[in-house]
């Protein structure tokens, strides 16, 4: 089986974890074997696009404790960072499995960019990539590192956005 491919979903726009949740879709309804990780998703939203990956036979985890700062100013960044590591390493052994054909890290960008995570870090991860298992990476910040070894890399820039106006987050259409 060939080596599988990386994809990286970057920049301010939205739209980053709504392409790999499209990407992961279409996998699935070809009968690929799917795993979504989600890192630094709110506690408290629950998430549209979950649910319908669900019934789509995805598997999704959620990984706890991964609250930012941004969204609650309560949170500790010794406790983030412990709970970032456990995850990524929880990640690893999922992609070095073989189990799935596409495996999207959500926000896995971002914890580079907020110092969460190191270049170490996302070595470790294509280090263990298996034969054949596409990866794709979401979050604004993506790692030059990252950019120069992925296979496909897409900017999603914005240009306008109603929260500029004070238009809150929807359901159903940014979460």
């Known amino acids: 089986m060939p080596k599988g491919l990386i994809h990286v979903y970057t920049g301010d726009g939205k ?3 709504t392409a790999a949740f499209g990407l992961a879709i279409r996998a699935a309804g070809h009968g690929k074997k799917v795993l979504i990780l989600q890192f630094l998703k709110s506690r408290t939203k629950d998430l549209g696009e979950r649910a319908i990956a669900i019934e789509s036979g995805i598997k999704v985890i959620k990984f706890k404790g991964q609250t930012t700062p941004l969204f609650d100013p309560k949170v500790k960044r010794s406790d983030l960072k412990r709970n970032i590591k456990e995850a990524i390493a929880v990640s690893i052994n999922h992609i070095k499995s073989g189990d799935y054909d596409l495996i999207v ?7 580079f960019r907020d110092h969460y995570a190191t270049s170490e870090d996302i070595d470790n991860v294509l280090r263990e990539q298996h034969e054949g298992v596409e990866l794709v990476f979401t979050g604004r910040g993506a790692p030059k590192e990252l950019i120069k070894i992925a296979d496909y890399v897409t900017e999603m820039r914005m240009i306008k956005h109603p929260s500029s106006n004070g238009v809150q987050a929807r359901k159903g259409i940014e979460f």
Do not use: C, P, V
Not at 105 to 111: S, T
């Open 15 to 17: 739209g980053k974890t």
């Open 105 to 111: 890290l959500d926000e896995f960008n971002n914890l």
